[in-house]
Each structure stands twice: as C-alpha cells, then as structure tokens.
T-cell receptor, first 112, second 117 residues
Framework: LAKTTQPISMDSYEGQEVNITCSHN???????ITWYQQFPSQGPRFIIQ???TKVTNEVASLFIPADRKSSTLSLPRVSLSDTAVYYC?????????????FGTGTKLQVIP | GAVVSQHPSRVICKSGTSVKIECRSL??????MFWYRQFPKQSLMLMAT?????????EQGVEKDKFLINHASLTLSTLTVTSAHPEDSSFYIC?????????????FGPGTRLTVL
C-alpha cells in the first residue's frame, strides 16, 4: 500500500482558502486518492476522491498533478467548523473495495 | 446516501466480559466492511476486512480469536471483543464499501467508544 506524508498541523484564519498537500511517491497505477475529515470522537467523513487532474464538489477541490505523486486538498473560505483532522488516503481498488492505510493526518486549526 | 450506523455508541464493561458492536449500512449493500481501532490522538488502525458470507481477513498483530467478526448479511457486520481487558479500551470504527453507484469508497460509521474497567 502506498504510504502518504502530510503536514502534521496547519493553522488558518476564518474565511481563507486552505490547501493541504499530501505526498504519495509510490502510488500505483490502480490507486485512487481519497480525502476524509474527522472530528474528535467521530468516524471519518468522506470529502472527495480523485484519480487525476482536478475534481471539485460542493465542499472541496482536489488537485492531482500528472505524475500523481502528490495531491492537494483545497478548502475554500474555511470556517471554525472546519477545524478537524484531514486524512489523505491512497488505496488499491481490488475485488470491489479499496483497502487503505491511514497516515497521521493533518490537524487543521481555524482561527477566528 | 451512503450512511453507516454503529451500535452502541458508547459502552462500559467490566474486565473479562465480552462486548458486541454492530455496524450497519443503512442505504446501500456493503459487500465489504472494515473494522478500525483508534487510540487517543492517534490515527485509525485497520484491524480486519470482512466480506459478506466469508471469514474476515485480519491485519498482522490482531488476534482473530479475541476480535470476532461476523459479516452475515450485506448490511450488517458485528465485532465482538471477547474477554475484554483495560488495554482493549479504544474507539472502534467500522466502514462499509461496495454496492452499485458507490464505487469503492469507504463510508464510516460514527464509532463506538469502549471502556473496559
């Protein structure tokens, strides 16, 4: 399974755009990149998933360069409620499911 | 869509007793379910992967006789912690994957806080 590396923590002011970058140098051809958000004492919540280029949904954008060795989660105009741990996951889609390994995650602190 | 529930959300038990945790996919059929454990201020650690109707696959270092997993249907998986001890106290989280329209993404339950006295 591909190993991921993220910054341990980040601080941002309310209303700013936040970009969290994840490195996954040994990503395999079949691997998808998925980002989750986790609040204390809750299960992770799916944010976005992509394979290449750019993916956007109602809460975030995911940028993946051509070599796919990294990815960047972009959160537009963060609010205090976005304070959480964000995990970048890379896994193999095999047999109908994607087995992934959680890294340390990035603890985002949004400051008023 | 893609809602996963867990029950109970919190359980306190005495050392030596067994505890069962249920994981249900409410609006989709989960061909595969995963069980994770998370200690305070740490990341999630995968314990086992289970496919409906077959035996679970356990990660290295996870005792299969202590953590019994049953995935009897496409919407229900259970984790039983047998003869629980204080060191088993943790946050247990399940996830479910599979089903048409949901690709391979894992959707997580809200977690179960287990405290063993």
């Amino acid at each position: 399974l591909a190993k991921t590396t993220q910054p341990i923590s980040m601080d941002s002011y309310e209303g700013q755009e936040v970009n969290i970058t994840c490195s996954h140098n040994n990503i395999a051809t079949n691997d998808y990149i998925t980002w989750y958000q986790q609040f204390p004492s809750q299960g992770p919540r799916f944010i976005i998933q992509g394979y290449k280029t750019k993916v956007t949904n109602e809460v975030a954008s995911l940028f993946i360069p051509a070599d796919r060795k990294s990815s960047t989660l972009s959160l537009p105009r963060v609010s205090l409620s976005d304070t959480a741990v964000y995990y970048c996951l890379v896994g193999v889609s095999s047999g109908g499911y994607q087995k992934v390994t959680f890294g340390t995650g990035t603890k985002l602190q949004v400051i008023p | 869509g893609a809602v996963v529930s867990q029950h109970p959300s919190r359980v306190i038990c005495k050392s030596g007793t067994s505890v069962k945790i249920e994981c249900r996919s409410l609006d989709f059929q989960a061909t595969t379910m995963f069980w994770y454990r998370q200690f305070p201020k740490q990341s999630l650690m995968l314990m086992a992967t289970s496919n409906e109707g077959s035996k679970a696959t356990y990660e290295q270092g996870v005792e299969k006789d202590k953590f019994l997993i049953n995935h009897a249907s496409l919407t229900l998986s259970t984790l039983t912690v047998t003869s629980a001890h204080p060191e088993d106290s943790s946050f247990y989280i399940c996830s479910a994957s599979g089903g048409s329209g949901y690709t391979d993404t894992q959707y997580f339950g809200p977690g179960t806080r287990l405290t063993v006295l």
